[in-house]
């Protein structure tokens, strides 16, 4: 319709008269800056960031880990506070207190100041740690791709403990290793021969292990989430569990082929496979709607505001209605979204595959 002949229409519509007009987009979010964080490597085709954003929520401050071995923190406008560099890619950081804690894939932990980027000291694990620390009671715990949770001094970085499950057959993991879930004097970590384990954060002794995932290849798992007395895991070879966290028994298991993510918000657990998003009722189980991905699994699902973020690699982030499963808005940033993203009071962070990081204001 021509732009006159569309306005005399609208001027022509009275009161209560119905029209074939589309309603107007919903206003999720705006951009408010992108920043250039990576440059561009040698013979990469499809270049892939999986890490993710965190964000300090007393200063504003985004940390974004990148595939480079640059960690960049940066202020609310955009512009660089410090950066660190590493031999490896850094793994989703955690914020707590003046500290932002991050494992890399060059096998070391780093406790970094927030507001001058100085070292306060690194851990040797000598694995790849490119999963998301935890802090409890004193300790950073963080896990490993080759089936270990370290514990060290939150102060120091001294070794406390560790607790390790021998690899066996293929000991492969396909979507990284799931990051440590802790509550109260109780750490929990996933494995990739299909087995959870709780642990004493003291000690690192163990309280119980348990094989939750069901027979097939590629037993490990991918996704821990702790929510109250439950924990939920995704087992890559077919299904999403629900767990008593005091004992390990199961509560409910859901059929889900190469499940690899798991969250927990709004009252629904959010499960994530190759080809779809599903909202489970955290009482049994049971699928209330279910979503097409048309992508590739990347970090948890995230809530943002009102909005539920999927991030699902070269079918961009994902923006779905929580209690339905409607996708409302897709923001591809032309490389694709595997990072978590990083979620403020009122702007989300997102990191691009080709290295961007993008503010996004929420409408």
Known sequence: MAPLALALALAATGPGVETRLPPAPVALYRVAWQRHLVAPQTLEVKPQERGAVAVDPQRGIA????RDGWLHALRPDGSVLWELKASGGFGPPLVDGDTVYVGSADGKLYAVAIPNGKVRWTYAAREDLTTRP???????LVASLQDTVFAVDAATGAWKWHHRREQKGEGLTIHGAASVQVAGATAYAGYSDGFVAAVDVATGAARWERRVAPPGSHADVDSLVLDGERLYAA???GAVL???????????SFAAPAASRVAVGGGLVYAVTPSNVYGLTPATGAALWTTPLEGSPGAPPALAGKWLLVPAGEGGLRWLEPATGRPLRQFEPGTGVLAGPGVGPSRVYVLSNGGDLFALDLG
């Open 134 to 140: 935890a802090v409890a009671r004193g300790l950073i």
């Open 63 to 66: 940390f974004a880990g990148t």
């Open 235 to 237: 087992a890559y070879s």
């Open 242 to 252: 629900a767990l008593d966290a005091r004992t390990g028994a199961e509560v409910w």
